[in-house]
């Protein structure tokens, strides 16, 4: 993959699917990921090698953000640790994100210390996913709708 977004968009992904916010469709090749604070919902869709999804990161910056790094983590294509995920379950990523204005450093550090993980810990789990994401041959590209308020 050419390009790589900040690797809290790992710890972002690890959140999505310790809340169960990621929902796969059987056999439509798509899947819904609410947002952290549930007031989106994104939609990424495949075929085969490619991903589309219409979140921020993916749509603005053309990388891989934490919807398709979650569904790909679920695929079985990006490695999950369980183990460290967990520590990422009821994160309001958008809260953080505003708090932090956009420093995702920052506000990956906060949400770390808070749950009490090891920062180095929780680096080497993201590291892998990168590491792996960069290995992968897939093209990310933008959807053109634009994310629609959750249901509740």
Same mark, same amino acid.
């Given at each position: =993959?050419?390009?790589?977004?900040?690797? +809290? %968009?790992?710890?972002?992904?690890?959140?999505?699917?310790?809340?169960?916010?990621?929902?796969?469709?059987?056999?439509?090749?798509?899947? &819904?990921?609410?947002?952290?604070?549930?007031?989106?919902?994104?939609?990424?869709?495949?075929?085969?090698?490619?991903?589309?999804?219409?979140?921020?990161?993916?749509?603005?910056?053309?990388?891989?953000?934490?919807?398709?790094?979650?569904? =790909? =983590?679920?695929?079985?294509? /990006?490695?999950?640790?369980?183990?460290? =995920? &967990?520590?990422?379950?009821?994160?309001?990523?958008?809260?953080?994100?505003?708090?932090?204005?956009?420093?995702?450093?920052?506000?990956?550090?906060?949400?770390?210390?808070?749950?009490?993980?090891?920062?180095? &810990?929780?680096?080497?789990?993201?590291? %892998?996913?990168? &590491? +792996?994401?960069?290995? /992968?041959?897939?093209?990310?590209?933008?959807?053109?709708?634009?994310?629609? %308020?959750?249901?509740?």
């Amino acid at each position: =993959m050419e390009k790589i977004g900040p690797i +809290e %968009k790992v710890y972002e992904a690890y959140s999505a699917i310790a809340d169960n916010r990621v929902r796969i469709s059987e056999g439509e090749n798509s899947a &819904e990921v609410e947002s952290s604070d549930r007031q989106k919902a994104y939609t990424v869709t495949w075929t085969e090698d490619i991903y589309t999804s219409n979140d921020n990161a993916s749509y603005w910056q053309g990388y891989a953000g934490y919807p398709i790094i979650a569904v =790909m =983590m679920l695929q079985g294509r /990006l490695p999950l640790d369980r183990a460290v =995920m &967990e520590h990422f379950r009821a994160i309001d990523w958008h809260q953080l994100n505003e708090k932090h204005k956009r420093d995702y450093a920052a506000a990956a550090q906060e949400a770390i210390a808070a749950k009490g993980l090891d920062p180095n &810990e929780a680096r080497v789990a993201a590291e %892998k996913v990168i &590491e +792996e994401l960069r290995k /992968l041959d897939i093209v990310v590209k933008r959807d053109k709708s634009r994310p629609q %308020k959750a249901n509740k």
